[in-house]
């Protein structure tokens, strides 16, 4: 069973004097202090910064705080590409990366880029295809691929990834193929893992959260106690509203009945969860 772990996810600085620069890092070095685990950003084009630029800010800032896309888009880019610029980024933020992938899934980003929406199928092909690519570049080999979709001719990798064989790597994805595919390949995913179970993590997104009595105000705790109530009704991973001792105890009956372990929170969210990660974190 895998320990608690926490990251906020965000795709833009916060607003106020700072400059974007400085309030990016300042962001990064609070998540950091406060005791999450990991700064993740979105892979999308639009109102938000560009990943790999934003990630290396973040670690640049940091110390322990690991960062990583919340999922690169396979699609947007060519594996040897990507294994590059994601070692670059490993080594660079000494051996804190995790490498999330996914096959792709907003029509408008396709639109903009000029690219096919291709079926999932062929979107998953092509995910299955550049991850075993990634991992051979990432342990070193000279890659010489010719397959469905992408060809490489005695491509190496420099520098190579601190972390070996390869980075941490998230599969995200909500089909059976793909979550088939993850719990092969992955590190941090769940189903159909076979005897990998016990080294595997399982992610939940989280939308929104908020804290019973977190000092937000009268008027914040009763908006928070009643979104907790109706929660509770449902019963879904994607929301957290309760008191500090609710939640903790959701958090631990989760986990012994799915194995869920890790939860990314928005970054508006961070300071007033901060009670349950420094309760939970690497419990």
Same mark, same amino acid.
């Given at each position: 069973?895998?320990?608690?772990?926490?990251?906020?996810?965000?795709?833009?600085?916060?607003?106020?004097?700072?400059?974007?620069?400085?309030?990016?890092?300042? *962001?990064?070095?609070?998540?950091?202090?406060? &005791?999450?685990?990991?700064?993740?950003?979105?892979?999308?084009?639009?109102?938000?910064?560009?990943?790999?630029?934003?990630?290396?800010?973040?670690?640049?800032?940091?110390?322990?705080?690991?960062?990583?896309?919340?999922?690169?888009?396979?699609?947007?880019?060519?594996?040897?590409?990507?294994?590059?610029?994601?070692?670059?980024?490993?080594?660079?933020?000494?051996?804190?990366?995790?490498?999330?992938?996914?096959?792709?899934?907003?029509?408008?980003?396709?639109?903009?880029?000029?690219?096919?929406?291709?079926?999932?199928?062929?979107?998953?092909?092509?995910?299955?295809?550049?991850?075993?690519?990634?991992?051979?570049?990432?342990?070193?080999?000279?890659?010489?691929?010719?397959?469905?979709?992408?060809?490489?001719?005695?491509?190496?990798?420099?520098?190579?990834?601190?972390?070996?064989?390869?980075?941490?790597?998230?599969?995200?994805?909500?089909?059976?193929?793909?979550?088939?595919?993850?719990?092969?390949?992955?590190?941090?995913?769940?189903?159909?893992? &076979?005897?990998?179970?016990?080294?595997?993590? *399982?992610?939940?997104?989280?939308?929104?959260?908020?804290?019973?009595?977190?000092?937000?105000?009268?008027?914040?705790?009763?908006?928070?106690?009643?979104?907790?109530?109706?929660?509770? *009704?449902?019963?879904?991973?994607?929301?957290?509203?309760?008191?500090?001792?609710?939640?903790?105890?959701?958090?631990?009956?989760?986990?012994?009945?799915?194995?869920?372990?890790?939860?990314?929170?928005?970054?508006?969210?961070?300071?007033?969860?901060?009670?349950?990660?420094?309760?939970?974190?690497?419990?």
């Amino acid at each position: 069973m895998q320990p608690f772990r926490f990251a906020i996810t965000t795709s833009t600085p916060p607003r106020g004097s700072a400059s974007p620069g400085e309030a990016w890092a300042a *962001l990064a070095r609070r998540a950091e202090s406060l &005791g999450y685990a990991t700064f993740l950003i979105p892979d999308h084009l639009g109102r938000q910064l560009a990943p790999i630029a934003a990630l290396t800010a973040a670690a640049a800032a940091t110390t322990t705080l690991r960062v990583g896309p919340f999922v690169f888009a396979n699609d947007y880019r060519n594996p040897l590409i990507l294994a590059g610029e994601a070692a670059t980024l490993d080594v660079l933020s000494g051996g804190r990366l995790e490498l999330g992938l996914g096959a792709g899934w907003r029509v408008t980003d396709y639109r903009w880029l000029g690219l096919p929406y291709a079926e999932p199928k062929v979107r998953v092909d092509r995910l299955i295809e550049a991850t075993a690519i990634l991992k051979r570049l990432f342990a070193g080999e000279r890659v010489s691929h010719d397959g469905p979709h992408y060809r490489l001719d005695g491509a190496r990798l420099y520098p190579l990834p601190v972390q070996q064989p390869h980075p941490p790597i998230q599969i995200r994805g909500g089909g059976p193929r793909v979550l088939r595919f993850a719990a092969r390949e992955a590190d941090i995913v769940r189903a159909a893992a &076979g005897d990998r179970w016990e080294r595997l993590e *399982l992610n939940v997104i989280v939308f929104d959260a908020g804290l019973v009595g977190s000092g937000s105000g009268p008027l914040a705790s009763v908006s928070t106690a009643a979104k907790a109530a109706a929660v509770g *009704l449902v019963g879904t991973p994607y929301v957290l509203y309760g008191s500090l001792g609710r939640l903790r105890d959701l958090l631990l009956r989760r986990r012994d009945r799915t194995g869920i372990n890790y939860y990314a929170l928005p970054a508006r969210c961070m300071e007033s969860m901060a009670p349950l990660v420094a309760a939970m974190a690497g419990r």
